[in-house]
């Protein structure tokens, strides 16, 4: 069976996590023998091994790549024995060729070791651990203390099976995934009279603690009470391993190179629920499993029921109340294919640093400067942290920020002072696995070759000196007051409430109105909506200084004072002389009106005291006549057009189908926490947070707030399983599927 059709096609995309057109490039015939997956664990990556279940998902898509578990997939492994090196009876389990380096046998990490010595294309780890050790231990009736020291030890254990590989010479080319299970079945195994009853499933539930609901005869007055009380069995244990998941996604977050997959309820939602009773609920009906980052639901499916008989494993005619059947673990495969092994197959290229250069002149006196970081790629999980500071001569240097996404970010530091000769000041890079790629490939290597800043020395007594330095000088703000005159009211750009040690006549309590130089008629506090007669006289820097903190609304008009009322400004606060609807000094790229009304940047005026003609603000302050600014701050006539807008913006080559790649260019929004506009890209669009200022994308109606949620995500979705969209007035969002 074609695990892509398109029956199912809607459920792999529902879960993919990040994306990246390079997982679209199928491999060469040539390679389709290639090994680059090793099966590390328990029956849940033996029986697959057995069955070829695994390797039948590779090859159905068409992957070119194979999966190898031949000494590394052993049933009825524990973590705790493979960080042991634990040697498993060479009788059960056949060793590998040869003399074990190991004085007692071939362990199990041992054999890991072989497998990837002799097969050197494997770069992906795939992880079936943990599940023993909790159904060798736990027991009903646990503490809350109990449970943590075995999910924690589980984690350790784990912890060292990764920390192993990774210790090789070539260790940090690995990727580690850690697969879940789906729901065991103690319902109908351990319901007596019913079809799917076996003692042996009755048996071990009784030893996990449990108290077996057993039917006094087969008439179903009997058997529906039992089968009700297993059934609460069941969820119980169902809730055990979901608990136990949150030690996973902690390594999941904490360690380089390994990520975690939720199996839970991955079976109900493909295949419904169907016992010997009947149908209880269809495929599709129940929460599919929670994925990354935030995992939610966890578990998912619903936890009342176990996985559905028909895809639990026979055994000699009874169901396996403890393994899937080969559907069941195919079912398994393509979900991790499709959140991880797509994008691990195609892309095994680590980015690097290219470089680190000097965005700012050498500094004449102490203070904030900029370098520029460059990627091979896009990257995410840079830092603060992932900096060092090469310093000479100089005092009290510090980074002080990170901004920046893709291939690009630029980091700030101050520069520190200098002694009695001049300081340098240089910035490296340095490798603590928290940087990767889109495919998680981690960054290669440290870099320290970018460019010095050199800082003059202070003499004392010169005019400008910087009189010592207090504590918070590093953040950007500086011992003494401006002189009257200079940087009238705040700095350019300053940031808004510098902090401690701000100018003088800012700080907390100053008297109102009294500021040397401050914004005349821009009072914090000051009465809402009746700011004083002639506040900004003719002639004065009117309303907002460039890039002011205290008192400046981002996208109000100038003049409007901090929390004054909407619509309320007192006669003569606009007096002649001001510019109409632009006033000298207004933020640039935060709600400045220029040309015809248009709004640019952050901070688009949104309805509320918006520019009426010629700069009087009265009711609502919507802006009227030209340029006026419509919806929730988007400026009409920029960016998309109405009345052209029948091509959806994740459609990239405008033919009304959704593709693979167009859609999985959106579940990287959806996955990456947002997105915002960037020119030069394949649609215009980037992921993260940034620049707002293009027309949000299709996708994002629900509510707009350049978020791509589940459900906006999942509409799009519709029309890649449909087969295309037309424009639809009167639709949720403008679009119907075909």
Same mark, same amino acid.
């Given at each position: 069976?074609?695990?892509?059709?398109?029956?199912?096609?809607?459920?792999?995309?529902?879960?993919?996590?990040?994306?990246?057109? #390079? %997982?679209?490039?199928?491999?060469?015939?040539?390679?389709?023998?290639?090994?680059?997956?090793?099966?590390?664990?328990?029956?849940?990556?033996?029986?697959?091994?057995?069955?070829?279940?695994?390797?039948?998902?590779?090859?159905?898509?068409?992957?070119?790549?194979?999966?190898?578990?031949?000494?590394?997939?052993?049933?009825?492994?524990?973590?705790?024995?493979?960080?042991?090196?634990?040697?498993?009876?060479?009788?059960?389990?056949?060793?590998?060729?040869?003399?074990?380096?190991?004085?007692?046998?071939?362990?199990?990490?041992?054999?890991?070791?072989?497998?990837?010595? +002799?097969?050197?294309?494997?770069?992906?780890?795939?992880?079936?651990?943990?599940?023993?050790?909790?159904?060798?231990?736990?027991?009903?009736?646990?503490?809350?203390?109990?449970?943590?020291?075995?999910?924690?030890?589980?984690?350790?254990?784990?912890?060292?099976?990764?920390?192993?590989?990774?210790?090789?010479?070539?260790?940090?080319?690995?990727?580690?995934?850690?697969?879940?299970?789906?729901?065991?079945?103690?319902?109908?195994?351990?319901?007596?009279?019913?079809? &799917?009853? %076996?003692?042996?499933?009755?048996?071990?539930?009784?030893?996990?603690?449990?108290?077996?609901?057993?039917?006094? @005869?087969?008439?179903?007055?009997?058997?529906?009470?039992?089968?009700?009380?297993?059934?609460?069995?069941?969820?119980?244990?169902?809730?055990?391993?979901?608990? @136990?998941?949150?030690?996973?996604?902690?390594?999941?977050?904490?360690?380089?190179?390994?990520?975690?997959?939720?199996?839970?309820? +991955?079976?109900?939602?493909?295949?419904?629920?169907?016992?010997?009773?009947?149908?209880?609920?269809?495929?599709?009906?129940?929460?599919?499993?929670?994925?990354?980052?935030?995992?939610?639901?966890?578990?998912?499916?619903?936890?009342?029921?176990?996985?559905?008989?028909?895809?639990?494993?026979?055994?000699?005619?009874?169901?396996?109340?403890?393994?899937? %059947?080969?559907?069941?673990?195919?079912?398994?495969?393509?979900?991790?294919?499709?959140?991880?092994?797509?994008?691990?197959?195609?892309?095994?290229?680590?980015?690097?640093?290219?470089?680190?250069?000097?965005?700012?002149?050498?500094?004449?006196?102490?203070?904030?400067?900029?370098?520029?970081?460059?990627?091979?790629?896009?990257? #995410?999980?840079?830092?603060?942290?992932?900096?060092?500071?090469?310093?000479?001569?100089?005092? +009290?240097?510090?980074?002080?920020?990170?901004?920046? %996404?893709?291939?690009?970010?630029?980091?700030?530091?101050?520069?520190?002072? #200098?002694?009695?000769?001049?300081?340098?000041?240089?910035?490296?890079?340095?490798?603590?696995?928290?940087?990767?790629?889109?495919?998680?490939?981690?960054?290669?290597?440290?870099?320290?070759?970018?460019?010095?800043?050199?800082?003059?020395?202070?003499?004392?007594?010169?005019?400008?000196?910087?009189?010592?330095?207090? &504590?918070?000088?590093?953040?950007?703000?500086?011992?003494?007051?401006?002189?009257?005159?200079?940087?009238?009211?705040?700095?350019?750009?300053?940031?808004?409430?510098?902090?401690?040690?701000?100018?003088?006549?800012?700080?907390?309590?100053?008297?109102?109105?009294?500021?040397?130089?401050?914004?005349?008629?821009?009072?914090?506090?000051?009465?809402?909506?009746?700011?004083?007669?002639?506040?900004?006289?003719?002639?004065?820097?009117?309303?907002?200084?460039?890039?002011?903190?205290?008192?400046?609304?981002?996208?109000?008009?100038?003049?409007?004072?901090?929390?004054?009322?909407?619509?309320?400004?007192?006669?003569?606060?606009?007096?002649?002389?001001?510019?109409?609807?632009?006033?000298?000094?207004?933020?640039?790229?935060?709600?400045?009106?220029?040309?015809?009304?248009?709004?640019?940047?952050?901070?688009?005026?949104?309805?509320?005291?918006?520019?009426?003609?010629?700069?009087?603000?009265?009711?609502?302050?919507?802006?009227?006549?030209?340029?006026?600014?419509?919806?929730?701050?988007?400026?009409?006539?920029?960016?998309?057009?109405?009345?052209?807008?029948?091509?959806?913006?994740?459609?990239?080559?405008?033919?009304?189908?959704?593709?693979?790649?167009?859609?999985?260019?959106?579940?990287?929004?959806?996955?990456?926490?947002?997105?915002?506009?960037?020119?030069?890209?394949?649609?215009?669009?980037?992921?993260?947070?940034?620049?707002?200022?293009?027309?949000?994308?299709?996708?994002?109606?629900?509510?707009?707030?350049?978020?791509?949620?589940?459900?906006?995500?999942?509409?799009?979705?519709?029309?890649?399983?449909?087969?295309?969209?037309?424009?639809?007035?009167?639709?949720?969002?403008?679009?119907?599927?075909?």
């Amino acid at each position: 069976m074609d695990l892509m059709n398109k029956s199912h096609r809607h459920v792999y995309f529902c879960v993919l996590i990040f994306v990246g057109l #390079a %997982s679209l490039i199928l491999m060469p015939e040539a390679a389709a023998s290639t090994k680059r997956i090793v099966l590390v664990g328990d029956s849940w990556v033996r029986s697959p091994w057995n069955s070829d279940a695994f390797q039948e998902v590779l090859d159905d898509n068409e992957t070119g790549a194979a999966v190898e578990g031949a000494y590394t997939a052993i049933g009825g492994t524990a973590a705790f024995m493979w960080a042991q090196n634990y040697v498993p009876d060479p009788g059960d389990w056949t060793p590998p060729p040869g003399t074990s380096p190991n004085p007692a046998g071939w362990g199990l990490l041992d054999r890991l070791d072989y497998t990837l010595d +002799n097969n050197p294309a494997i770069d992906i780890v795939h992880m079936s651990l943990g599940g023993i050790d909790l159904l060798a231990s736990w027991r009903y009736g646990w503490t809350a203390e109990q449970e943590e020291a075995l999910f924690t030890q589980i984690e350790e254990d784990v912890r060292t099976v990764v920390d192993h590989v990774r210790a090789r010479a070539d260790g940090d080319r690995y990727r580690f995934l850690w697969v879940d299970y789906d729901y065991l079945n103690i319902t109908e195994t351990c319901t007596k009279y019913m079809d &799917e009853y %076996s003692d042996d499933s009755a048996l071990w539930t009784s030893m996990l603690g449990f108290t077996i609901g057993v039917p006094a @005869c087969d008439s179903a007055e009997c058997v529906q009470p039992a089968a009700l009380q297993n059934l609460a069995n069941n969820e119980v244990l169902n809730h055990v391993f979901g608990r @136990c998941a949150l030690k996973k996604i902690h390594m999941h977050q904490t360690h380089p190179g390994v990520r975690y997959i939720q199996n839970f309820g +991955n079976v109900q939602y493909r295949a419904g629920y169907t016992d010997s009773f009947g149908t209880i609920f269809e495929a599709g009906t129940v929460p599919f499993p929670g994925m990354a980052p935030a995992f939610d639901p966890l578990p998912g499916g619903n936890p009342s029921f176990g996985t559905p008989p028909p895809l639990m494993n026979v055994n000699s005619g009874k169901v396996d109340f403890l393994h899937l %059947s080969k559907m069941g673990y195919k079912y398994i495969f393509d979900n991790c294919l499709v959140q991880y092994y797509f994008r691990w197959l195609a892309d095994s290229v680590r980015p690097s640093c290219t470089g680190i250069t000097l965005l700012s002149a050498n500094p004449a006196l102490p203070g904030n400067v900029e370098f520029s970081v460059t990627f091979s790629e896009p990257v #995410a999980g840079v830092d603060t942290d992932d900096f060092a500071l090469a310093v000479e001569g100089l005092e +009290n240097s510090a980074i002080t920020g990170v901004s920046g %996404s893709g291939r690009e970010y630029t980091v700030t530091i101050y520069t520190g002072t #200098a002694g009695a000769v001049e300081g340098t000041v240089r910035l490296d890079l340095m490798d603590n696995d928290t940087i990767y790629d889109d495919a998680d490939n981690y960054l290669t290597d440290s870099y320290t070759g970018g460019g010095v800043y050199t800082v003059e020395p202070v003499v004392e007594g010169e005019e400008g000196q910087w009189e010592g330095e207090y &504590e918070g000088q590093a953040e950007g703000s500086l011992e003494g007051a401006p002189e009257e005159g200079e940087m009238e009211g705040l700095a350019e750009g300053e940031e808004e409430g510098s902090g401690e040690g701000s100018e003088e006549g800012v700080g907390e309590g100053a008297e109102e109105g009294e500021l040397e130089g401050s914004l005349e008629g821009v009072w914090e506090g000051e009465e809402e909506g009746l700011p004083s007669e002639g506040s900004l006289e003719e002639g004065e820097i009117e309303g907002l200084v460039e890039g002011a903190a205290e008192g400046s609304i981002e996208g109000h008009p100038e003049g409007l004072t901090e929390g004054q009322e909407e619509g309320l400004p007192s006669e003569g606060l606009l007096e002649e002389g001001v510019e109409e609807g632009i006033l000298e000094g207004q933020l640039e790229g935060e709600g400045q009106v220029e040309g015809e009304g248009q709004v640019e940047g952050e901070g688009q005026v949104e309805g509320e005291g918006q520019v009426e003609g010629e700069g009087q603000v009265e009711g609502e302050g919507q802006v009227e006549g030209e340029g006026q600014v419509e919806g929730e701050g988007q400026v009409e006539g920029e960016g998309q057009v109405e009345g052209e807008i029948d091509v959806h913006s994740a459609d990239q080559n405008g033919d009304g189908i959704i593709d693979l790649s167009e859609l999985m260019r959106v579940i990287q929004f959806y996955t990456s926490g947002g997105y915002h506009c960037q020119a030069g890209t394949e649609d215009g669009y980037a992921p993260g947070l940034g620049e707002q200022t293009c027309s949000p994308h299709s996708s994002d109606y629900n509510v707009q707030d350049w978020l791509i949620n589940l459900t906006e995500l999942l509409r799009l979705i519709q029309f890649y399983n449909l087969g295309g969209y037309y424009v639809c007035e009167g639709s949720e969002d403008g679009y119907c599927p075909n």
